[in-house]
C-alpha cells in the first residue's frame, strides 16, 4: 500500500463544498474519489484536510489517499487531471509515509478572504471576492483583529453548536489592502463551520463603525453567536495553505 498527499485548487463556484453528499454529485471529495477510482480500478476513499462549504474556493486543499500500490509518474497531476473537470486541479503529489492523513495529521491552516470595495462589481473578480462598496477603516479592522488573535473559546463565532470542542489558536490575521481590494488572512491551527465568514463580516462591522473592536471582546465571553457579525459570502473565501510542521509560538 502506498500513501499520496494531493495538493488540490479549485473554483468552488458550482459546487455543493468539499465533503460527498448522498443527495448529489457536485463535491470535490465525490468527483476526485469517482475520478481516481476508475483511473486506479478500484475503489479509492479522498480524505481531505478539512471541509469547505458550497462556494469557497482552495488554492492549497489537501488530501490523503491509499492506492494498493505505487503510482505510476504522471499518474495524479497528468492522467487524473485530465479526467477532472476544468475547475478542480491536483497540483502536485507526494508520496509519504503510511499513516498520514491529511486531516488528522494537519497542523495548522491558511485561509485568505478577498474583498471588493469599488462602486461596482470589478467584472472580473466578481466570482472570488465579496463586493463591499464601502470604505472600511483598515486599521479599526487590525485593531479588532489583535483581540481575537491567541487561544480562546470560539463559540460565539460558528454557526454550529455540536462542536465537541470550540477552543482553536488564532496565530495572526492580517487585513491588507489596496485600491479598492482588501485581503484578510487567517493562520491558525483550524477553524470552526463558518468561523472565517463570520470572523469576517465583525471586522467589516467594526471597519464600518457599526461596532467597537473591544465588542468582540463580549462574544468570546458570553459565546453568544448573535453578538458576532454576519456571515459574509462564501465566494470571497479561499483555502490557501495546509500545514504539517508544528507552528512554535
Known amino acids: 500500500m502506498r500513501t499520496y498527499k494531493l495538493t488540490i485548487a479549485y473554483d468552488g463556484t458550482r459546487y455543493q463544498g468539499w465533503q460527498r453528499q448522498m443527495n448529489t454529485d457536485r463535491t470535490i471529495q465525490g468527483i476526485l474519489e469517482s475520478v481516481i477510482s476508475d483511473a486506479a480500478g478500484c475503489y479509492v476513499e479522498v480524505n481531505g484536510s478539512g471541509r469547505t462549504d458550497a462556494g469557497v474556493h482552495a488554492w492549497g486543499q489537501t488530501a490523503s489517499v491509499v492506492l494498493p500500490g505505487t503510482a505510476e509518474a504522471g499518474f495524479f497531476t497528468e492522467k487524473i487531471n485530465e479526467m477532472l473537470p476544468e475547475d478542480i486541479r491536483i497540483r502536485a503529489a507526494d508520496l509519504v509515509k503510511?499513516?498520514?492523513?491529511?486531516?488528522?495529521?494537519?497542523?495548522?491552516?491558511?485561509?485568505?478572504?478577498?474583498?471588493?470595495?469599488?462602486?461596482?462589481?470589478?467584472?472580473?473578480?466578481?466570482?472570488?471576492?465579496?463586493?463591499?462598496?464601502?470604505?472600511?477603516?483598515?486599521?479599526?479592522?487590525?485593531?479588532?483583529?489583535?483581540?481575537?488573535?491567541?487561544?480562546?473559546?470560539?463559540a460565539g463565532f460558528t454557526d454550529k453548536k455540536n462542536e465537541i470542542s470550540t477552543k482553536r489558536?488564532?496565530?495572526?490575521?492580517?487585513?491588507?489592502?489596496?485600491?479598492?481590494?482588501?485581503?484578510?488572512?487567517?493562520?491558525?491551527?483550524?477553524?470552526?463551520?463558518?468561523?472565517?465568514?463570520?470572523l469576517t463580516g465583525t471586522l467589516l462591522e467594526a471597519g464600518t463603525y457599526q461596532r467597537t473592536p473591544e465588542s468582540v471582546l463580549d462574544v468570546l465571553r458570553e459565546k453568544d453567536r448573535g453578538r458576532a457579525g454576519f456571515l459574509a459570502p462564501a465566494r470571497g473565501l479561499f483555502l490557501k495553505e495546509v500545514h504539517y510542521d508544528y507552528r512554535g509560538r
Open 98 to 154: 503510511n499513516g498520514f492523513h491529511a486531516r488528522k495529521s494537519a497542523a495548522w491552516k491558511v485561509y485568505e478572504y478577498h474583498i471588493d470595495t469599488g462602486q461596482k462589481p470589478d467584472v472580473f473578480r466578481r466570482r472570488f471576492c465579496y463586493h463591499f462598496p464601502y470604505n472600511p477603516d483598515l486599521d479599526i479592522m487590525r485593531k479588532t483583529a489583535e483581540y481575537i488573535t491567541g487561544t480562546y473559546d470560539f
Open 169 to 198: 489558536t488564532i496565530y495572526d490575521i492580517i487585513v491588507c489592502g489596496q485600491g479598492s481590494s482588501v485581503t484578510i488572512r487567517y493562520e491558525g491551527t483550524g477553524f470552526l463551520y463558518h468561523m472565517v465568514r463570520i
